[in-house]
T-cell receptor, first 116, second 111 residues
């Protein structure tokens, strides 16, 4: 079974609008972490935001926020006031806290295109 | 600040040829290091990770291998490349916190 599911292969959003990128996950581990990365056309993976499973509040980093709904096992990325430079692939990833586990499991990504 | 380097940036190699990709990290000590592969239009797949010199864990059995000869150096190798080895190879590091930071990547095409 997929551990990370991103159901939106592509999205088109008008500049300055807010956008929500969906991510659902599957784990039986009570301790885990969720990440969002941005991959522009250059290929480099850029860390955006992190949410721990025990964090009481939703993570925020500038224009990025993570809408963490633990009971629904979702961790959607919200980008406020989108900009042309936000056009990129976005990946959701999960780290399960098994002892010695260093593995990040990635979703298949969402290609976001911001329209001027 | 920390910096991660990868070279070469692009590589075209024939089937059956050897491979050596290098990754180095600056500005930190004793990082965890990772090799990922991204096939075209896909997410990332963890290949190897290392928590210290000479310590390598393999996630996916294949014809690739990794080595960590120095604290901040991580090398991905193959004795004989396959067509299926084509992809985008990313090195990443992690120090204390949970997030991993990625290098610029190497685009490998096996012909």
């Amino acid at each position: 079974a997929q551990k990370i599911t991103q159901t939106q292969p592509g999205m088109f959003v008008q500049e300055k609008e807010a956008v929500t990128l969906d991510c659902t996950y599957d784990t039986s581990d009570p301790s885990y972490g969720l990440f969002w990365y941005k991959q522009p056309s250059s290929g480099e993976m850029i860390f955006l935001i992190y949410q721990g499973s025990y964090d009481q509040q939703n993570a925020t980093e500038g224009r990025y926020s993570l809408n963490f709904q633990k009971a629904r096992k979702s961790a959607n990325l919200v980008i406020s006031a989108s900009q042309l430079g936000d056009s990129a692939m976005y990946f959701c990833a999960m780290r399960e806290a098994n002892f010695g586990n260093e593995k990040l499991t990635f979703g298949t990504g969402t290609r976001l295109t911001i329209i001027p | 600040s920390q910096t991660i380097h990868q070279w070469p940036a692009t590589l075209v190699q024939p089937v059956g040829s050897p491979l050596s990709l290098e990754c180095t990290v600056e500005g930190t000590s004793n990082p965890n290091l990772y090799w990922y592969r991204q096939a075209a239009g896909r997410g990332l797949q963890l290949l190897f990770y290392s928590v210290g010199i000479g310590q390598i864990s393999s996630e996916v059995p294949q014809n690739l291998s990794a080595s960590r000869p120095q604290d901040r150096q991580f090398i991905l190798s193959s004795k004989k490349l396959l067509l299926s080895d084509s992809g985008f190879y990313l090195c990443a590091w992690k120090r204390i916190h949970y997030e991993q930071y990625f290098g610029p990547g190497t685009r490998l095409t096996v012909t």
